[in-house]
């Protein structure tokens, strides 16, 4: 069954630190892997998206890696801003089909001042 | 260019009753879908479309209905509302055109929906 999983479910931090989300998933064929940020009560926002020959995508402090061997994919997020406030999702497209998606629970990130 | 926007952003139906979720998009995309969200799951595929005239079931269709007349819009008809389709609806649409390998999707805001 595909299926992604993200960890952890949440997440407090300090306004400046850094953080690193996790993505797991079992999903067949592969296509491509993103992550999306969801502001409250917003749709959500694509961040990046990966083939099976990236492993790592950045977009500002944004920085994806994907390890298509382990089924793996993390999101770190570099001196975080409280408007990073939001769930991030992991998604995987899966091949072949017209834009299947298999979606994570999401993780949900609070920054504090 | 306004992306993909969705109305109403609330709504509250009592049991049995019926309405449509509109949903618009002017990127010209192919592509259109409907997705609910609901707490602790991700989200799951409802229906989609990839062109005027031709929509197909996603993971959880019951209870739903689509229609596709223009490339614009999709909407969404709850035929006979029931508390379990209380749930946060989201629409996205996407470009199925081959130079486009990452097929982006784009969501819509969400509409809010309360079955009671």
């Known amino acids: 069954k595909n299926q992604v999983e993200q960890s952890p479910q949440s997440l407090i931090i300090l306004e400046g630190k850094n953080c690193t989300l996790q993505?797991?998933?079992?999903?067949?064929?592969?296509?491509?892997l993103r992550w999306y940020k969801q502001d409250t009560g917003r749709g959500p926002v694509s961040l990046t998206i990966?083939?099976?020959?990236?492993n790592t995508k950045s977009n500002g402090r944004y920085t994806a890696t994907l390890d298509a061997d382990t089924k793996q994919s993390s999101l770190h997020i570099t001196a975080s801003q409280l408007s990073d406030s939001a769930s991030y999702i992991c998604v995987v497209s899966v091949s072949g089909g017209y834009n299947k998606l298999i979606f994570g629970a999401g993780t949900r990130l609070a920054v504090h001042p | 260019n306004a992306g993909v926007t969705q109305t109403p952003k609330f709504q509250v139906l009592k049991t049995g009753q019926s309405m449509t979720l509109q949903c618009a998009q002017d990127?010209?995309?192919?592509?259109m879908s409907w997705y609910r969200q609901d707490p602790g799951m991700g989200l799951r595929l409802i229906h989609y479309?990839?062109?005027?005239?031709?929509?197909d079931q996603g993971e959880v269709p019951n209870g739903y209905n689509v229609s596709r007349s223009t490339t614009e819009d999709f909407p969404l008809r709850l035929l006979s509302a029931a508390p379990s389709q209380t749930s946060v609806y989201f629409c996205?649409?996407?470009?199925?055109?081959?130079?486009?390998?990452?097929?982006?999707?784009?969501f819509g805001p969400g509409t809010r929906l309360t079955v009671t």
């Open positions: 990127m010209n995309h192919e592509y």
């Open positions: 996205a649409s996407s470009s199925l055109v081959i130079r486009d390998r990452s097929h982006e999707q784009y």
């Open positions: 993505c797991n998933y079992t999903v067949s064929p592969f296509s491509n």
């Open positions: 479309s990839v062109g005027a005239g031709i929509t």
């Open positions: 990966m083939t099976f020959s990236e």
